[in-house]
Nanobody, 125 residues
Framework: QVQLVESGGGLVQAGGSLRLSCAAS????????MAWFRQAPGKEREFVAS????????HYADSVKGRFTISRDNAKNTVYLQMNSVKPEDTAVYYC??????????????????WGQGTQVTVSS
């Protein structure tokens, strides 16, 4: 398993940008597929984006495609989520997650074995 710590959340106006970071502990980060999920109040946690261990392949939820970009730096044990053109409906707690499973793309919470504590993103209209 790996320990994950998210940062970078905050309050942003609609149409603005925000960059989330997720720092991982351990020497096996480069072996894991990583993902971002989010959970709004009263709603289930939903998939946002994922990236393979090598960083070559990415996958996005339709709701964020073209606005969000997931990336990773294996030398820094960090995965990022660049959020552009944000909307009020993007307001949620954002979580990063890690999986060693080989299925691609992994979009279900049950496929991930390690989770961060989350970072709040609030988009004002």
């Amino acid at each position: 398993q790996v320990q994950l710590v998210e940062s970078g959340g905050g309050l942003v106006q609609a149409g603005g940008s925000l960059r989330l970071s997720c720092a991982a502990s351990g020497r096996t980060f480069s072996l894991y597929t990583m993902a971002w999920f989010r959970q709004a109040p009263g709603k289930e946690r939903e998939f946002v984006a994922s990236i393979t261990a090598s960083g070559i392949s990415t996958h996005y939820a339709d709701s964020v495609k073209g606005r969000f970009t997931i990336s990773r730096d294996n030398a820094k044990n960090t995965v990022y989520l660049q959020m552009n053109s944000v909307k009020p409906e993007d307001t949620a707690v954002y979580y990063c997650a890690a999986t060693g499973a080989g299925l691609w793309p992994p979009t279900y919470t049950a496929m991930f074995h390690s989770w961060g504590q989350g970072t709040q993103v609030t988009v004002s209209s």
